[in-house]
């Protein structure tokens, strides 16, 4: 619906988007943009209807945005740096997401990378970094998921380096997306299903510096599980289900 490329100084405010065919607000090759405000809606089951896609874009803020999509509500590409998201609603769709990266040889990395304050209902994802398995000169750093909200969400924590959808012909060759140093804390709420947390990492390039802090998910009212791979870093204080990062 609205595209910005090569832009400065951008700002988007009070906005509804209703129905968009594809995307509906891309930020590509831009600096200094703010969207505050926005309503973003579009059918459940309506593909690629992604809500705010940014790409190759530096000092971004995404505040106060309620978005219903059948795709996923934020979708943060290669080469996006310092990007703040304060306030997000999010459902139906598939979440806030990192990606997909490793789509080819030479590409940006993601870097500084703060959502804060999310509220997940009935999502297929809630905080979602995935790559496919190929490699890649990108990578991904300095990321913050802090305070979120999940409601019956179908996969709360999500690290998926072997990302390949539908497809019959997947690359093998492994992701050479390299994640490090990203923080969870503040995740509460509820999965949809029995793993809550699911990190599978690279076994070249291994997910580091992962952080779990003040963490309470459950499935249906009971004990919720993890299931990760390839991962270091620390488990701090509170951290149901536990079990993650040994």
């Not at 832009?7 to 968009?20: E, P």
Request: glycine fraction near 10%.
């Amino acid at each position: 619906t609205i595209r910005f490329m090569d832009s400065y100084n951008v700002k988007i405010i009070g906005v509804l988007s209703l129905n968009s065919q594809l995307f509906h607000i891309v930020i590509n090759r831009c600096n200094n943009v703010k969207i505050e405000d926005a309503r973003i809606i579009a059918p459940g089951d309506s593909p690629n209807t992604d809500g705010i896609h940014i790409q190759k874009s530096t000092d971004i803020e995404v505040r106060n945005a309620s978005i219903k999509t059948g795709d996923d509500c934020i979708s943060i590409g290669p080469g996006t740096k310092n990007l703040m998201v304060d306030g997000i609603t999010c459902g139906p769709g598939h979440g806030i997401s990192i990606g997909s990266l490793a789509k080819g040889l030479e590409e940006d990395g993601v870097e500084n990378v703060t959502v804060k304050k999310a509220v997940f209902v009935r999502t297929d994802n809630g905080l979602r970094i995935k790559s496919w398995p190929r490699f890649s000169k990108g990578f991904v750093e300095r990321v913050r998921f802090l305070g979120a909200l999940m409601v019956n969400v179908s996969n709360p924590i999500l690290i998926d380096q072997n990302y390949c959808p539908g497809d019959s012909y997947c690359p093998t060759e492994g992701s050479g997306i390299k994640i490090n140093d990203v923080i969870y804390s503040g995740i509460m709420g509820t999965s949809a299903k029995k793993v809550a947390i699911k990190m599978d990492c690279s076994e070249q390039f291994p997910c580091t510096q992962i952080r779990m802090q003040a963490i309470n998910l459950t499935y249906h009212g009971g004990a919720a599980t993890t299931a990760c791979i390839n991962v270091s870093g620390k488990q701090l204080g509170l951290v149901i289900p536990s079990g993650c990062i040994r």
